[in-house]
């Protein structure tokens, strides 16, 4: 009754939201659609229109494709890691046992704090010289002579991919616990008076009751290590050489280093193709449960 | 599932132990690190705790460097963002759960695909909207950036949460005679109190990490957040330790308190389908 009736009231309630997005969202997306079919340098008001020639730039060049490639085995990569051990940790923290709570804070702590904190924190561990990391390794006789870990091409995007693993796992083990502590331990008794293994009570109980979860966590956490952008401008600058240079640092360099806009924009609007295909993948399968939910 | 019997108790722990270690250990080498002095950051082999703890790191930081002005922009920024996200994003939000207009849905994906686009897309034309409207280098124009990132997750997340709110309330109100704003002020919003927490929660966290947007806008010293701030002790040729350690340290307190006061809430309205990343 009460949601039939003045509807121009309630686009009045939408107006404020609707003019910020448009105008903060809408409008540069459109912009940036404009600004990839023109040679426009940062310090320049009004650039000039060059047709396809920044996509043409792009598509030919081997740097973009090495930033692809780069994408892609850092999302993969980091998002496997962050599965398996994310859902390794939720497992055992969904048992019960003394000092639980504290346990649950104590490992969800990197995920909550600033990235500019544990970035630096990671700089200053990996240190070549001074960072604990090499000490330990050194004394465990692991490596003979300190590693430079951020300023070696051959360690720096493994390095990377580690340090973001360390950061984002939390996130699958908050999703994952979640889920964990709904399913109905009378599944477990059962399985157990069958006589039926840890094992197969993981595969033909637990595993079947995450998975939805597990689906959707895998999606976004590939949609938000594809987009990320600070960790590397922090720790190498998509450095040493191109190592670390995944499609979003190579989008920041082109705009802002050699500042040509139109081309970071190029870039920015392949890029944007490629991460709709996982956005729309995500509201296609969180799409139906949304309905049902809420 | 039940590992804990089926494996040895003390296997259980070592397990737990190494995952506690392996995500704490990190942060407390920091903080044990910003405890000592800066002669002996270079000690090899390194001594796990400091031989005098002290808080000198801690005096220069605030003494010596523009660090307060970093943490009082990035105050500033963080207020002014939840300030106008919370408000818009809960008209909003209220808007597309109680009333019924063409356009709805389509506000409603758009606002999600809109939370998920990389940043680095859209800070290049916001960059120069910036620029032409005099506000580069200005705390405003960062507002209204973090505004354009942070608004369509907030109507995401308040419309759940209005949508989990029964509508009988508002109908017995304004049976009653109550005017909308009325009910919007006087029943929807205080029950709806847990999803404005969380929305300020998501800004605050938010804006404590974004970095990008913040490197790009900002240019005079004065004017940076503490993330870009504290990222420029480290310079071409010497890196202050004895500042970022600190600094690293204090800006992690409030996102940590945050962080234990509302963990539970947190945990449970994420679990429920919430992203955040």
């Known amino acids: ?294 | 599932m039940n590992f804990k019997k089926n494996i040895s108790p003390i296997c259980f722990y070592l397990c737990v132990l190494v995952f506690v270690l392996y995500s704490v250990g990190p942060i407390i080498w920091m903080l044990l690190s910003s405890l000592r002095s800066k002669v002996e950051f270079f000690n090899i082999p390194p001594t796990i705790f400091p031989k005098q703890f002290t808080f000198i790191n801690y005096i220069l930081l605030f003494r010596e460097t523009n660090f307060i002005q970093f943490l009082l922009n990035s105050v500033y920024v963080t207020i002014g963002t939840i300030f106008t996200s919370v408000l818009v994003s809960t008209l909003a939000a209220y808007s597309l759960t109680r009333f019924n207009y063409r356009g709805r849905n389509l506000f409603t994906i758009f606002s999600l695909f809109a939370y998920m686009l990389p940043a680095v897309l859209l800070v290049i034309p916001l960059y120069l909207f910036a620029v032409k409207a005099g506000l580069a280098n200005k705390l405003t124009g960062l507002i209204l950036a973090y505004i354009a990132l942070c608004l369509p997750y907030c109507i995401w997340m308040m419309r759940a949460f209005f949508r989990s709110i029964p509508i009988e309330f508002e109908e017995a109100a304004f049976v009653d005679g109550a005017g909308r704003l009325r009910i919007l002020f006087n029943i929807v919003i205080p029950m709806a109190l847990p999803g404005v927490i969380s929305t300020t929660v998501f800004i605050f966290i938010f804006v404590w990490n974004e970095y990008l947007f913040a490197l790009i806008f900002m240019s005079s010293d004065l004017k940076l957040t503490f993330p870009v701030g504290l990222n420029n002790f480290v310079t071409q040729f010497d890196t202050y330790w004895e500042y970022i350690l600190s600094g690293s340290v204090i800006v992690s307190i409030p996102a940590l308190i945050i962080f234990l006061l509302t963990q539970k809430s947190l945990i449970k309205g994420w679990g429920g389908g919430g992203i955040k990343g």
Not at chain 1, 147 to 168: M, V, Y
Request: overall charge positive; some cysteine.
């Open chain 1, 1 to 294: 009754m009460l949601q039939k009736k003045d509807n121009i009231m309630g686009f009045c309630f939408l107006f404020p939201a609707l003019i910020l997005l448009s105008l903060l969202i809408i409008y540069p997306l459109i912009n940036a659609a404009y600004l990839s079919f023109r040679s426009q340098l940062i310090y320049e008001l009004k650039g000039h229109f060059i047709g396809l020639a920044n996509y043409i730039e792009t598509l030919q060049d081997k740097e973009f494709w090495n930033a692809l490639s780069l994408s892609i085995i850092w999302t993969v990569a980091s998002v496997i890691a962050q599965v398996l051990l994310g859902v390794s940790a939720a497992l055992l923290l969904n048992e019960d046992f003394k000092w639980r709570t504290l346990a649950r804070a104590l490992v969800l702590l990197p995920f909550f704090m600033p990235t500019i904190s544990v970035t630096l924190m990671w700089r200053w561990l990996l240190n070549e010289n001074y960072g604990i990391f090499n000490y330990i390794l050194m004394q465990l006789n692991i490596i003979n002579n300190p590693i430079s870990w951020l300023a070696e091409s051959r360690f720096a995007f493994f390095s990377l991919i580690c340090i973001g693993i360390w950061r984002f796992s939390p996130f699958v083990i908050i999703n994952i616990l979640a889920r964990l502590q709904t399913i109905p331990l009378e599944l477990y008794e059962a399985a157990e008076i069958d006589g039926a293994s840890k094992w197969s009570q993981f595969r033909y109980i637990t595993l079947p009751e995450i998975k939805g979860v597990l689906l959707v966590v895998i999606l976004l956490r590939g949609i938000f290590m594809f987009k990320k952008v600070d960790m590397f401008l922090i720790l190498t600058g998509g450095g040493p050489g191109n190592s670390t240079q995944t499609l979003p640092v190579l989008i920041y360099k082109s705009a802002f280093k050699a500042m040509r806009l139109g081309k970071g924009a190029a870039d920015a609007m392949v890029t944007l193709l490629i991460i709709t295909i996982f956005i729309i993948l995500y509201m296609r399968i969180t799409g139906k449960s949304q309905e049902e939910v809420g």
